[in-house]
């Protein structure tokens, strides 16, 4: 008799695991195949997956394919097939059997080609615990594509191929891999484009149903706590828990306990060492034959308490100032006060806390130098959790098997650049789109300032913007055309504008009016084609045309205002000499006044809809030009006209500023609600409106609490304005990344070494750390040191200065263990590159190169990008460091500042 | 001496004055700022409150003055007040603002609706006075104009348009919002006084109102039963509107404001007000909207409610359970979990009145209908933004036990339960990528058993039929495995 083959052993094994009692009870499986095939030729096995279950099933379901084939763009002439069936668990052992036998795998009807599949035995695959949206790294990597694993776990009897010759294809070129798993995803969730070691294997899954169990750490009591139950067909045996926790290659917690059904305790420590490090405790439950019937990698969501390393008792939160630069070359002081970030307990995605997120005040001052805060919340707490999620995924590299290595999809960039391993800035140059659609903002934030715009248009012209404005709301599609005539009647109106057609707007106003025209004629220039980012600000536009038109805004004068145009219209209609020498125009409009006068009452305000102001208007427009209008008025005559176009022009102010009053004090109550206020671009173009207004005129109306809401945004707003917002704001988003890097690894320190490194890019940075007292370094060259205004002063002047300024904007240091060091003269080395170093951080530092000074970062483009040996760039820098610290006199000497002092 | 003894007092002096003194210096400068500034300005009555301080003094508890010369005063002024009403014509000189002063100043002496009854009958007579406040009140049209200090333009602007639109859903929120717009006293006074006198005409001139801004001015001073009297009368749904509102939400808000208890509501007339507004299909559809998207604004609605619903057709039953926004109540901020629960208990109460009230044909008709949409919802089913992250409850679950109490038997109740029993067995079936796709079903599966749970644990008892925390659904000393792993309930 023939030994006993590897199949023979899979058989024998399969057998055991689906025997009744012994890890569940099953009575078929559900068995997904998935399978490509070329016209005329068989199909073969891409990847197969059986799951037992407890269900019963007659043998023979017939297969059911879950979709049309799928063909991919790159394989056109391939089909590949999702096929489900369920089959009872003996048909399942003798196409084990079979397969054997012949080398034929067939489980539901079709015969599938494979490579030669070998059998791996005995793995078991403990529970899934991904989550969405996190970086799964802990997670065993078959479970993206077992099913439902996420219990106690499962063992798995693998037919793997070591070939799969037939799937070159996928290798050769990866993108179709990736399109197939995407297409199978949408029919069961399974991602196999990450596990393309797998491609050609059969997946035999037994999911541990026999018992039942949870796993829970309690912080406090600092054990775990096990429940467990019996299946209620099954025979309770005797059962084993293991619990490890193991720290730099060590086991440094252990415990075992023979385990009860209900719950059973397993005292064991877990430290933050352990934590921080990727290690969380591995928990086994197994039999008296040694089967594993549960496992848990990660237990049910336990963490830690880790509050005593960041309790922060006795001082305050600390308190800073920045110094920057708007963009009109003045300097403002803004004091940030943060309180440290403590974490009373690990967090939990169900157990949020209410003050999890940060909160802190920036502090600003108004023109009057009373200061204005502003409070800040940062959502920390999801980041929290994805800290957490990391640190306690244990980086389970599975062995380096050769297809596991040559995995195609490693790492998901998305997740690179989350937690900032890699990320590209691209400077100003990406945003040049936006900047161009700031000038359509300017039409619509000039026509909402106003409140005019409809009636500075004509009929025609609004008529024709209406109809385009109806296009845009009917139409759906993604581009729309304008015809010529539109074109030339967006055109007409700007070219208006320009001409000064148009008088009423003031000239800044017109200026931005001719913004647009260069738009417009872009649009033209491009066959009219209009992209969907202007449709939007088109449909905008229309709306608050359309508005403006329904809401011509009346005023109401007193009638001894009006009496002259009653009196002149007489006079003239006597004189027929006077009448000659105006225009026929002219005297129409006088016409039409006088008889709008007439009937009204003489006894109270004579209501002035906007048709009769803008005659008004371009009656005393004629007659201040002309130059013989003596001839026809009298100068009393004249005065009192002047005194009536001054009249009109005083009423249609106090409706526009009372409109401003209402939106100042809307602002002004969610301010003072909500403590911090979220601008949109009508918010933005309101207030722009009305800063304007008070620089100008110095706005009586306005009362204090107005002004200093004003004052509060007028930088920002001006920001938003220019280039320099954009500058500001790239650069800003760069930092943000910085303290984010600060904050995610430097929990034992932080070290930025970059030659040009100033007062202000610490402040912007290492000032930011949130872990208390961590040791922060800032290494300079002080001859490189400079900011703008400092070029050429002597490096001793200059270090002074640097001090002097973190002096002044230090605040209360709460917690700040800071050094900053230049390189001076001839001590140390040159250097040139600008490094960001985590000294300590468990296996060894790890250090991100800039890519650019912290002065510019995210301003032009650069690439921040994590170091491949942080430990050698660490090394560098303390090298370094050392020389400048080698004695009391070198020290002292390099040494420009440093907390505690 | 409390308010009314003084104004008692001054009515009895007032009766003997023959001559009062004409007119009050006040009115004269009253009537000169009337030619200045536009109706509703505030500034129009200040010399009035120069002169008439003692009324406000009395009005505020201060002790008012002793002088004699302030109580001849008000008698004196009382005595021309009377005078005047039953002299006064429509067609002499300042006759509006003759009579705006004296409603004016017949409103700053009523307190507890104790004036008016003591005016003599004889202004009855005057019906050139009464036809005139009739007139005006028809013809009322208030302006959307703000205050510097009050309400936003777009609020007011938004008010205006859902009040023409009788956009009564966006009326609402925005209702609350309107403290600064500018309202004119005289609509509210003369409705005062034509309640007063004659009661009809009022509610004959107010059928055409058509502004709720207009319809609030009119039943500013009229008491809780002159409101609902008026409502009932007239066609005006802005009236209508205006009356439910202050009764059901504006007093309660003003009193909880003030730490006061709750003022007594007048059930019946407003349960009456709801079956008249259920007689139109469309209104009562977006008025159950409005009063329905967040039931607890309005606890005082739902007693009445629950009453008028005993009455009401299938259809409009049906609009009311429609009218619901059905949510799942997981969201983790606890404030939201509570308004929920508080939304919960305000229709549980309404449903419980209906009970009550309600024969059991037309219990069956809402049980039925709210057991139909509750299916239907499945707790969003058809979302993908709101899962269920624990098991939740519905606003519907008082109806829900009602259907499987009143319109099931024990054995289709038992069928439906075994059903989800095999649903909840048969659910790894399906394949899920993340165990929390399995989890938000299961707790779906073990929300919809909540009700069958309760109903089948309380069948034959007097139990509430609202459950209040939530049912495992295996029993862990008989059923451990099938306990530990199906009864996580999620965090309540």
């Not at chain 1, 004090?665 to 601008?679: A, G, K, T, V």
Request: aromatic letters at 10%; charged letters at 30%.
């Amino acid at each position: 008799m023939a030994g006993k083959t590897i199949w023979d052993e899979c058989s024998a094994s399969f057998n055991k695991l689906a025997k009744d009692g012994v890890i569940g009870f099953y009575k078929s499986f559900d068995v997904v195949e998935i399978f490509a095939f070329q016209k005329d030729k068989p199909p073969f096995n891409v990847f197969s997956i059986l799951v037992a279950k407890e269900e019963d099933t007659e043998d023979g379901n017939t297969a059911k394919r879950l979709l049309p084939p799928i063909t991919l763009e790159g394989l056109p002439d391939w089909q590949f097939v999702i096929q489900r069936s369920t089959q009872s668990v003996d048909t399942i052992g003798k196409a084990i059997k079979d397969y054997g036998d012949h080398l034929t795998w067939n489980a539901s009807g079709t015969s599938l080609k494979s490579g030669p599949l070998t059998p791996i035995l005995g793995t078991f695959v403990p529970a899934d615990q991904k989550i969405p949206g996190f970086h799964n790294k802990g997670d065993a990597s078959l479970n993206l594509v077992l099913k439902n694993n996420f219990w106690n776990g499962s063992h798995i009897i693998e037919l793997a191929d070591p070939e799969k010759k037939d799937m070159a294809f996928f290798f050769e070129t990866p993108s179709l891999l990736q399109e197939l798993s995407t297409e199978i995803s949408k029919i069961i969730p399974i991602r196999i484009a990450a596990l393309s070691d797998r491609l050609g294997n059969i997946i035999i899954q037994f999911p541990v149903t026999v018992i039942w169990t949870t796993f829970h750490y309690d912080v406090t009591a600092q054990h775990y706590s096990i429940q467990l139950a019996w299946h209620p067909r099954a025979e309770p045996r005797t059962l084993q828990a293991q619990c490890d926790i193991s720290y730099d290659g060590a086991i440094s917690g252990f415990a075992s306990r023979t385990i009860q059904p209900g719950e059973t305790i397993l005292p064991i420590r877990q430290n933050r060492h352990t934590l921080a490090n990727g290690n969380g405790p591995r928990c086994i439950i197994y039999d008296d034959k040694g089967r594993i019937l549960a496992a848990t990698q990660v237990p049910d969501l336990a963490e830690p308490d880790t509050s005593q390393d960041h309790r922060c008792e006795g001082e305050g939160p600390r308190r800073f100032i920045q110094k920057e630069k708007d963009d009109q070359g003045k300097t403002s002081i803004i004091e940030m006060e943060t309180y440290l970030f403590q974490r009373s307990s690990f967090l939990d995605k169900r157990d949020k806390p209410e003050d999890a997120d940060r909160k802190f005040i920036i502090q600003r001052e108004d023109h009057d130098k009373k200061p204005i805060e502003m409070a800040q919340e940062f959502p920390l707490y999801d980041d929290a959790i994805a800290d957490f999620r990391n640190y306690v995924a244990k980086n389970n590299r599975a062995k380096n098997e050769y297809w596991a290595e040559k995995r195609i999809y490693k790492e998901e960039l998305a997740i690179l650049k989350k937690e900032v391993r890699i990320k590209q800035y691209y400077g100003l140059d990406s945003d040049k789109d936006d900047l161009q659609i700031t000038s359509l903002k300017d039409l619509c934030s000039l026509i909402i300032k106003h409140n005019k715009a409809g009636t500075l248009l004509s009929d025609d012209q609004f008529q024709k913007l209406k109809s385009i404005h109806n296009r845009i709301v009917t139409q759906d599609e993604r581009l729309m055309t304008l015809s010529d005539e539109e074109i030339s009647g967006l055109q007409e109106l700007c070219r208006s504008i320009q001409e000064n057609k148009i008088t009423l707007l003031e000239e800044e106003n017109q200026r931005k009016f001719k913004a647009i025209h260069d738009v417009i004629r872009d649009i033209n220039l491009e066959k009219p084609l209009i992209k969907e980012k202007y449709i939007e600000q088109l449909k905008f536009l229309c709306d608050i045309l359309e508005k403006n038109k329904k809401d011509q805004k009346d005023i109401g004068l007193k009638p001894q205002f009006l009496d002259v145009l009653v009196e002149i219209y007489e006079e003239i209609s006597k004189n027929e000499c006077s009448r000659l020498k105006l225009d026929e125009n002219i005297i129409n409009i006088l016409k039409e006044l006088y008889d709008y006068l007439k009937i009204q009452k003489k006894d109270s305000l004579v209501k002035l809809d906007k048709s009769y102001q803008i005659l008004i208007h371009r009656l005393y427009g004629y007659f201040n030009k002309k130059k013989d209008r003596k001839s026809c008025l009298s100068e009393d005559q004249f005065k009192k006209l002047e005194a009536l176009e001054h009249e009109v022009k005083k009423s249609q102010t106090n409706q526009q500023q009372s409109l401003q009053l209402n939106v100042l004090n809307d602002l002004s109550n969610r301010f003072n609600e909500q403590r911090s206020i979220w601008l949109d671009d009508r918010d933005l173009i309101d207030l722009q409106d009305i800063c304007d207004q008070v620089r100008k005129q110095n706005a009586p109306w306005l009362q204090d609490t107005d002004l200093q809401v004003l004052n509060e945004f007028s930088r920002y707003l001006k920001k938003n304005t220019s280039n320099g917002f954009w500058l500001w704001n790239l650069h800003l988003k760069a930092l943000k990344d910085i303290r984010y890097l600060i904050n995610r690894y430097g929990t034992e320190g932080a070290w930025l070494w970059d030659p040009y490194l100033s007062a202000q890019d610490i402040l912007e940075t290492l000032f930011y750390c949130r872990h208390p007292g961590v040791e922060l370094r800032a290494l300079a060259i002080a001859r490189k040191i400079s900011d703008k205004d400092k070029k050429g002063e002597a490096i001793k002047g200059k270090i002074d200065k640097l001090r002097e300024k973190l002096n002044t904007y230090k605040g209360n240091t709460s917690f700040l263990n800071l050094e900053y060091r230049a390189k001076i003269d001839t001590i140390g080395s040159d250097f040139h590159d600008r490094f960001l170093i985590f000294p300590n951080q468990g296996h060894g530092a790890r250090a991100w190169s800039l890519g650019t000074s912290v002065n510019t970062v995210g301003k032009k483009h650069h690439i921040i990008l994590e170091c491949p040996d942080g430990q050698s760039i660490k090394d560098a820098f303390e090298k370094l460091w050392n020389e400048l610290t080698r004695d009391e006199e070198t020290s002292e000497k390099t040494l420009i500042w440093k907390s505690p002092s | 001496m409390t308010w009314n003894e003084h104004l008692n007092r001054a009515f009895e002096e007032a009766r003997a004055i023959i001559l009062p003194v004409p007119p009050p210096t006040s009115f004269e400068r009253v009537r000169e700022r009337c030619s200045q500034l536009p109706e509703g300005n505030s500034k129009l009555w200040e010399p009035f409150l120069t002169e008439f301080y003692f009324l406000c003094d009395i009005k505020d508890n201060v002790p008012v003055s002793s002088e004699e010369c302030v109580s001849q005063k008000w008698a004196n002024t009382l005595a021309w007040l009377i005078q005047g009403l039953i002299s006064w014509r429509k067609g002499s000189p300042d006759s509006k603002i003759t009579l705006n002063f004296m409603l004016k100043l017949a409103n700053a002496m009523d307190r507890d609706d104790h004036f008016w009854p003591q005016m003599p009958e004889e202004i009855k007579i005057n019906n050139e006075l009464l036809e005139t406040l009739a007139d005006e009140i028809s013809s009322i049209e208030s302006k959307y104009e703000i205050k510097a200090s009050g309400s936003s333009y777009d609020i007011i602007a938004q008010f205006a348009a859902a009040d023409r639109a009788n956009n009564w859903y966006e009326l609402l929120p925005l209702y609350n919002h309107l403290n600064g717009l500018q309202t004119d006293g005289w609509p509210g006074w003369y409705a005062h006084m034509l309640a007063y006198f004659n009661f009809d005409a009022l509610i004959d001139a107010t059928h055409n109102i058509k502004q709720t801004i207009s319809a609030r001015c009119l039943i500013e001073y009229l008491d809780d039963d002159e409101a609902f009297r008026l409502a009932l009368g007239t066609e005006s749904l802005h009236l209508k509107f205006a009356v439910i509102y202050k009764n059901i939400y504006k007093k309660t808000k003003e009193a909880l404001a003030q730490n006061l208890p709750a003022p007594k509501l007048l059930t019946e007339p407003l349960t009456e007000l709801l079956i008249q507004i259920s007689e139109i299909p469309d209104l009562w559809q977006a008025w159950m909207k409005v009063f329905n998207s967040q039931p607890n604004d309005f606890p005082k609605l739902q007693e009445p409610l629950g009453a008028a619903l005993a009455e009401m057709t299938p259809e409009a039953i049906g609009a009311y359970i429609d009218s619901f926004g059905l949510h799942i109540n997981n969201s983790t901020p606890h404030f939201i979990l509570y308004s929920y629960n508080q939304d919960r208990k305000s229709v549980t109460s309404c449903l419980k009145s209906f009970r009550q009230n309600a024969s059991l044909a037309k219990r069956n008709i809402l049980w039925k209908a709210a057991f139909k949409r509750w299916m239907e919802w499945d707790f969003h089913r058809a979302s993908t933004k709101y899962v269920p992250c624990r098991i939740t409850f519905s606003i519907l679950d008082f109806a829900i036990i009602g259907y499987l109490l009143e319109s099931c038997n024990d054995q289709e109740c038992k069928e439906h339960l075994v059903e989800y029993y095999d649903k909840l067995n048969r659910l790894s079936d399906n394949w899920y990528f993340y165990h929390e796709e399995y989890q938000r079903e299961k707790w779906r599966l073990l929300s919809h058993m909540q009700p069958f749970l309760h109903a089948y644990n309380i069948r034959g008892t007097d139990q509430d039929w609202l459950m209040e925390e939530p049912y495992p659904a295996y029993d862990p000393e008989t059923d451990p495995y099938y306990a530990l792993k199906f009864n996580d309930t999620g965090s309540f």
